[in-house]
């Protein structure tokens, strides 16, 4: 099966040095030097679109812009590129997101991803009027997504469950396509509804030794409720001709890291309720380690600079185009076969990826453009192979 490629849409801003944010960050963290305004979010979203990749990843929260008003504006400056929304349950009815759902198939021409996010921290919750604790918010997550597929089965739903109650919800109008379901989560409750209900499972980018455990743990809770689920993964990438090249970026990344700010992110998310973010925070241990990117090298090719400014995604794959290549086959072998990445500036980057990676990938018969009906061949491409330095 044709690996997948999503890109990153930046609704917090952007900037040619990582910007912060992120659950369980200050929000004075989050910024850049490019608002995050629909013409240069609709620039992005374009050039994702016209190297491969097929749908771009939009975030949740205090920190970003809203991901549903955000990417329906801009699905009207693009052409394919599906929108990974990411959505909080519980905020609202599932009868009514269900709706919207719907809706937003019918206007783009089936181009909604749904990415359910149940929210890690509590302060940020109750900000939106939701005191619920984590269990108790996964609980709902549960409740709330049975509601949703029943609806867009097209059946008529009643549930009085702990959370959410309905009686005779009923959709006039159903989604074609059903957006498929993306959800995340490594505490034990989120398995056991990554296990029930989701289409595709994401993790948080770990070292592959790592991530082989927690999908693992995946595939048996699916297993116990008779499914099978897909994996894909959450990274950042630094990807460029040689490996120097790359780890010169990387450097200069963590060269403009403010000390102050990495200890203020840090307090912050070591306060997180996440399982997924104290993971991340062990891969690099909160500090600088001297100055030097390659020290926080965590598996050959990985990088945990990134999170120490940045709540969330913490990892970026680091290195020439055919290693960072090499890396997301190692991924594969895992059984990942969806990549959901980003880069600083996220217009700049999708170009280094979409233009040096994907043609490799393509090569081997392991990816082909989701917008191009026949796969390139060797002769076809102008640039030669990028070689490992």
């Known amino acids: 099966m044709s690996l997948t490629f999503h890109w990153f849409l930046p609704t917090s801003g952007d900037s040619r040095h990582v910007v912060g944010g992120g659950h369980g960050t200050p929000t004075t963290a989050s910024g850049g030097d490019r608002p995050p305004s629909v013409g240069y979010l609709s620039q992005i979203a374009r050039a994702a679109e016209q190297v491969g990749f097929t749908g771009a990843l939009t975030p949740t929260g205090t920190w970003c812009e809203d991901a549903w008003l955000t990417?329906?504006?801009?699905?009207?400056?693009?052409?394919?590129?599906?929108?990974?929304?990411?959505?909080?349950?519980?905020?609202?009815?599932?009868?009514?997101?269900?709706?919207?759902a719907s809706t937003y198939q019918r206007q783009t021409g089936g181009r909604l991803l749904l990415n359910v996010v149940t929210g890690g921290e509590s302060e940020e919750q109750r900000a939106f009027g939701d005191f619920l604790d984590k269990d108790g918010r996964y609980a709902r997550t549960g409740e709330f997504l049975e509601v949703v597929r029943g609806l867009?089965?097209?059946?008529?739903?009643?549930?009085d469950g702990?959370?959410?109650?309905?009686?005779?919800?009923?959709?006039?109008?159903?989604?074609?396509?059903?957006?498929?379901?993306?959800?995340?989560?490594?505490?034990?409750?989120?398995?056991?509804?990554?296990?029930?209900?989701s289409d595709v499972y994401l993790t948080w980018g770990e070292p592959p030794a790592q991530v082989a455990q927690k999908l693992d743990r995946v595939r048996a809770s699916a297993a116990e409720e008779g499914r099978t689920v897909r994996f894909g993964i959450r990274l950042h990438v630094i990807s460029r001709?040689?490996?120097?090249?790359?780890?010169?970026?990387?450097?200069?990344?963590?060269?403009?890291?403010d000390p102050e700010t990495v200890a203020a992110v840090q307090r912050g998310l070591h306060r997180s309720e996440s399982?997924?973010?104290?993971?991340?925070?062990?891969?690099?241990?909160?500090?600088?380690?001297?100055?030097?990117?390659?020290?926080?090298?965590?598996?050959?090719?990985?990088?945990?600079?990134?999170?120490?400014?940045?709540?969330?995604?913490?990892?970026?794959?680091?290195?020439?185009?055919?290693e960072v290549a090499e890396l997301i086959k190692e991924y594969?072998?895992?059984?990942?076969?969806e990549f959901v990445l980003s880069g600083y500036p996220h217009l700049e980057e999708a170009y280094w990826f979409g233009e040096g990676v994907l043609?490799?990938?393509?090569?081997?018969?392991?990816?082909?453009?989701?917008?191009?009906?026949?796969?390139?061949?060797?002769?076809q491409h102008e640039a030669p192979l990028a070689t490992a330095s």
């Not at 504006?73 to 009868?95: C, D, M, Q, Y």
């Not at 867009?152 to 549930?159: M, P, T």
């Not at 001709?241 to 890291?257: K, N, P, Y």
């Open 359 to 379: 043609p490799l990938l393509e090569r081997e018969g392991l990816w082909h453009h989701p917008h191009r009906s026949a796969p390139l061949g060797p002769r």
């Open 71 to 100: 990417t329906a504006l801009v699905s009207e400056n693009t052409e394919h590129l599906k929108f990974l929304v990411a959505f909080r349950p519980g905020l609202i009815s599932p009868t009514l997101a269900a709706q919207m």
């Open 275 to 322: 399982e997924g973010q104290r993971r991340m925070l062990e891969l690099h241990g909160g500090d600088r380690r001297s100055g030097d990117s390659r020290a926080l090298e965590i598996h050959p090719g990985l990088w945990a600079g990134v999170g120490l400014v940045r709540g969330g995604a913490g990892t970026a794959l680091v290195g020439s185009h055919v």
């Open 241 to 257: 001709d040689t490996s120097a090249e790359a780890w010169a970026q990387a450097q200069r990344l963590l060269d403009g890291f």
């Open 152 to 159: 867009w089965a097209g059946r008529s739903v009643s549930l």
């Open 332 to 337: 594969r072998e895992l059984g990942i076969e």
């Open 162 to 197: 702990a959370h959410l109650r309905v009686e005779r919800a009923e959709l006039t109008r159903l989604p074609d396509p059903v957006p498929p379901i993306y959800f995340g989560g490594s505490s034990p409750a989120a398995v056991a509804v990554a296990g029930r209900h």
